[in-house]
């Protein structure tokens, strides 16, 4: 059973860096796409990136792109969220999820971590 364990969230000021990682564990990554999706107070749950594991061709919501960058670390099994010229508008609990490549639902998820941008 796959488990994934987000972490690196927390407050930041307006236009700072902040770095999510997504570690995972029990099961391979290979032909998995991970995700990373965020939910704000009051709003559905927003898609924010992906990444298909085996060949790194990342996608991007149109309101993070050239912000956000998603990455993976093979060896550590790791997936990361770089985020960059942060605004409050992109407070939320940020999540991990994973599926496999042949299907469109998202059937693993991280705990979540808060990301506040805030003076």
């Known amino acids: 059973q796959l488990r994934l364990i987000d972490s690196g969230g927390g407050t930041v000021r307006p236009g700072a860096s902040l770095t999510l990682s997504c570690a995972a564990s029990?099961?391979?990554?290979?032909?998995?796409?991970i995700g990373w999706f965020r939910q704000a107070p009051g709003k559905e749950r927003e898609f924010v990136a992906n990444?298909?594991?085996?060949?790194?061709?990342?996608a991007y919501a149109n309101s993070v792109k050239g912000r956000f960058t998603i990455s993976r670390d093979s060896a550590k099994s790791t997936v990361y969220l770089q985020m960059s010229n942060l605004n409050p508008g992109d407070t939320a609990v940020y999540y991990c999820?994973?599926?496999?490549?042949?299907?469109?639902?998202?059937?693993?998820w991280g705990q979540g971590t808060q990301v506040t941008v805030s003076w």
């Open positions: 999820a994973a599926r496999d490549n042949w299907t469109n639902e998202y059937k693993y």
């Open positions: 029990g099961d391979t990554l290979k032909n998995k796409i």
């Open positions: 990444i298909l594991w085996s060949r790194n061709n990342p």
